[in-house]
């Protein structure tokens, strides 16, 4: 008999639902809350038995972090991180159409039972916390540009109380503070960490990438899987196409899964709007594309497909950005003389 059990959690902001199988037997689904308590509890429970447990949960960013790492600390635990895309196509393998967080749970034990097994490799400290200031950053970027827009709207109409404008030309001055003390912390951990300073280094050679962006991209880059390859970098952001054809009766357009890190995908999206403009090789894709008939929409998600395997090589090769590596305006001349003839 196998002396081991496996575990699978399914993760949430607010609670874990987690699915045990001991001895060839599956438990009935528990639930915990998703808080350092909770967590402890959640230990408590699947260490019962004092054999070694597999557990599977989903990369989910930071709510599941916690705890995966508080059981990657603990021998009695192997941690597999699972791509949610990879997950989804399983479940769909096993013909599981409804979903709950129980099934969910249920399904993440079936994976790890079956798929090959990957241990996961946590980030160091020092990325986690590059990656906690980047998301407030971001948070307070957002909430600048409410801010924005309800000052303009405010200054619009002359019945506005002059108290209510000062008040949000503080609360901007005050978020741009916040700001500024944030990204001099995040500079300061990246300058102490060789590796961070290396990527963050090569990230601002990227055409429409500055100190803002660069931080954004970094603080999400550090939790992507270790040893993960390009393919794996474009699932992992959600950024890898899903068809939906079914003989001759279903056949829809192609679509990022978008089964992924939403916030990496965020912190393309600017970077790759900027380079349509400013970088000529990435610009020469982008129009090549819409050449072909896509939308500017579908174009624009390609260049940041691009933009992200350029991430990749560039950190892979410790080289700065070269976009003639991506696509070389020598290609451009060949089609259009091929279009010619």
């Not at 307070?140 to 002059?162: C, D, F, I, P, Y």
């Not at 500024?180 to 912390?185: S, V």
Request: aromatic residues 6%; charged residues 25%.
């Amino acid at each position: 008999m196998d002396k081991r059990d496996v575990g699978g959690i399914d993760v949430s902001a607010k609670e874990l639902v987690v699915v045990v199988e001991r001895g060839g037997k599956r438990e009935a689904a528990r639930t915990f809350a998703n808080t350092p308590s909770g967590h402890k509890e959640l230990k408590r429970y699947l260490g019962r038995s004092h054999r070694l447990v597999r557990v599977c949960l989903e990369s989910t960013g930071l709510y599941g972090l916690d705890v995966a790492l508080l059981l990657h600390a603990d021998s009695r635990f192997e941690i597999m991180v699972a791509n949610p895309r990879a997950v989804r196509d399983f479940a769909q393998a096993l013909f599981q159409r409804s979903k709950n967080d129980q099934l969910d749970a249920g399904v993440l034990v079936e994976y790890a039972q079956r798929m090959p097994f990957t241990a996961w490799q946590p980030p160091s400290p020092a990325a986690l916390q590059v990656t906690a200031l980047a998301r407030r950053i971001h948070a307070l970027t957002e909430q600048a540009t409410m801010e924005k827009n309800r000052l303009h709207a405010v200054q619009s109409t002359g019945t506005t109380l002059g108290v209510i404008v000062q008040d949000l030309r503080r609360s901007l001055k005050s978020i741009q503070s916040a700001k500024l003390r944030l990204t001099r912390a995040a500079r300061k951990i990246i300058a102490a960490d060789t590796e961070l300073q290396r990527r963050f280094s090569l990230l601002l050679s990227l055409f429409g990438v500055a100190e803002t962006s660069a931080l954004q991209l970094l603080g999400e880059l550090v939790l992507a899987p270790a040893g993960a390859d390009v393919r794996q970098w474009v699932a992992y952001a959600g950024l890898d196409p899903r068809e939906r054809s079914s003989g001759s009766s279903l056949r829809q357009r192609p679509r990022i899964s978008k089964v992924g890190n939403r916030r990496l995908r965020g912190a393309l999206y600017m970077p790759a709007l900027t380079a349509i403009g400013k970088d000529p090789h990435l610009r020469a894709y982008y129009l090549h594309l819409q050449a072909l008939g896509k939308c500017k929409m579908v174009a624009l998600v390609a260049v940041m497909r691009k933009l992200l395997h350029a991430i990749y090589g560039m950190f892979k090769h410790n080289a700065s950005y070269d976009g003639s590596r991506i696509y070389p305006l020598l290609e451009v001349s060949r089609l259009s003389s091929a279009a010619a003839v």
